[in-house]
């Protein structure tokens, strides 16, 4: 038994309906006949024009149906899926480029003057592909005449489970890093989950069976970006189910447009993140109970920060058939644990159902028993990536091999009972989780310490209700000099995407720092927390 998505996605063009919809995006809708030859097309082009098997292709998008169709190129291609960050700015835009050795470019219109700005700087980078605008007039250029045209059929030379596709990750400690999954591991990750409910086709032959017999797969919204893993492995999971993927036109969430979507498509399942995604689609429903058809929606997945078990209850008001999936994994490994929520069982926050695959180990590689209430960190030994791409230290650190098994060690703490629940503690270093993204705050204090008048800073997570944590920082200044927090703001903004700019900045506190000079991040989230609770409070 061996995996490998573009063998996956040649054997259920086979078998689908060629009519059928396999992208939605907005007005537009791309079947899967049309998937099958634009993507065709794309891999031709892209070989014509000099790729090779194994070359790093980076998606510079928000989410789109090129999106899919480009990833579904390149896996018949066996061209590397290279996801980018479209809230970095120009230098860390750069960064990923240069740090995964990308050789083809694709990227939106939108954001053609950081590419303009970056570009000469990139010699390795052999083909630049701009995907215009919908609204624009020169729709017929660029990636749309590679799409459409073609010499014929491309004769893939024979595809491995061992090709490959890219996650770059924030991860925990220093800059974002690219996590190596191998096709095979990832579609044996994916199957994780699906195993526990039920059979699932073992190879590509029962896969076919089972579409030819069943039908085409659900309909889907990934409502959080694709440019992060869940977005993308979820979007993955519904192509390889023989499904629709529907994408939202908005470019920052809106409730509105994912309700409207859900009752337009007949939308079976919705991924999103968490209370960050949760909170704005239910206020919308609050609004406004009785303006959308949600009866078809089957299920919400979750993964990448917390979801409360408030949101969900009141969640399954409006959708009582639903299952609720609360996921926990990481880029690094999947498949840790679910927490499932309906109207017929419920579950607390942070606590998962964990599996066979899954062993807690200290700080010294002992392993935990289940049921101890010392914490530790969660190790998985099954399906798991190749290691981070063009960094041998980080990978030796991140997958261990302990007592002659390797596995996936991604920096969480937990508890797991006897009985396999496991209880989420939080990140063993200080990263922050906001809304999904994972932010390292040496990255912005090093930052915020380059604004004059600044003698040591600190950037911690502080709680949110709708966001998992927000970005706060705390500043030391040089004697003489006053804090001006919206000008600081602004020079940091210059370096660091939006999301990883502080919410707020204060002065004073704790000492910053312990004898030995590491930094004192727990009495500072303390003091960072009273601060921003007292100035919500005064407003």
Known sequence: MIWNFGDIFDALVEVLPKEHPALIH?????????????????????????????????????????????L?????????????????????????????????????????????????????????????????????????????????????????????????TGGTTGPPKAVMWDHHNLREALLLAARAIGPVPENIEELKEKVFHDGPGEVMIPACPLMHGTGLLTAINAICNGGTVVTLEAASLDAT???????????????????????????????HPKSYDLTSVASVISSGVMWSQESKKRLLNYIPQATLVDAFGSSEALGFGTSITSNEHSASTAKFLTNDYCKVFDEDDNEIPRGSDKPGFIAFGGPIPLGYYGDEIKTSETFKVINGHRYSIPGDYCKVTKNGTLTLLGRGSACINSGGEKIYPEEVEEVIKKYRGIKDALVVGVPDSRWGQIVVAVVELEHGSALDEERLKAFASQTLARYKLPRAIFRGGPPFRAPNGKANYKQISEYASQLLAADTKAE
């Open 26 to 70: 907005g007005d537009r809708s791309i079947s899967w006949g049309d998937l099958d030859r634009r993507s065709n097309n794309l891999v031709q082009s892209m070989y014509e024009n000099g790729a090779q098997a194994g070359d790093r292709v980076c998606f510079y998008m928000r989410n789109r149906s090129e999106y899919m169709e480009m």
């Open 72 to 168: 579904i190129a390149c896996f018949r291609g066996r061209l590397t899926h290279v996801n980018v960050n479209y809230r970095y700015v120009a230098e860390e835009i750069k960064y990923i480029f240069e740090n995964s050795d990308a050789n083809v470019v694709v990227y939106a219109e939108e954001f053609r003057k950081t590419i303009t700005a970056i570009q000469h700087q990139l010699p390795n980078v052999k083909q630049w592909i701009e995907i215009a605008d919908q609204s624009s007039t020169t729709m017929r250029t660029g990636y749309e005449v590679l799409a459409e045209n073609s010499h014929g059929r491309w004769k893939p030379t024979k595809r491995s489970p061992s090709d490959q596709l890219f996650i770059y």
């Open 257 to 287: 447009e994912i309700l409207r979507s859900i009752q337009q498509h007949s939308v079976n399942s919705i991924t999103i993140v968490g209370d960050a995604f949760a909170q704005p689609i239910l206020a919308e429903l609050d609004a």
